[in-house]
């Protein structure tokens, strides 16, 4: 399995909207992805107040590939989202096991 975490500053004027459309618009659009595992969303703590999060398991490379195309190393970001992004950073880990 892939674990994407993609990390998106949001001026502070626009968190009100930006929340609401990150989970009416942005997790709809990762869930409908064919390969999800999972999709979790966090909002910005006082460490980082700008700051939130979109963390979604897929269950391999090929998964991945789909939903953000062969260079899914970038942000996938959908139609309309975009005025709220002032900058953003995508990372991929390879999940593993720890032994038993």
Same mark, same amino acid.
């Given at each position: ?15 009100? *909207? ?11 659009? #990762?869930? !409908?992805?064919? =390969?999800?595992?999972?999709? &979790? ?9 700008? *700051? ?11 998964? #991945?590939? !789909?939903?953000? =195309?062969?260079?899914?190393? &970038? ?24 032994? !038993?």
């Amino acid at each position: 399995m892939i674990t994407r975490v993609f990390r998106v500053r949001v001026p502070a004027e626009l968190h009100t *909207e930006f929340e609401s459309k990150f989970l009416s618009v942005s997790v709809p659009y #990762v869930q !409908a992805a064919p =390969g999800l595992v999972s999709v &979790t969303v966090g909002r910005p703590t006082r460490w980082d107040p700008d *700051e939130y999060i979109m963390i979604s398991v897929w269950l391999n490379e090929a998964a #991945v590939d !789909a939903f953000a =195309g062969e260079n899914w190393n &970038t942000a996938v970001i959908p139609e309309g989202m975009e005025k709220f992004v002032s900058e953003c950073r995508v990372h991929h880990y390879e999940n593993f096991d720890q032994p !038993a």
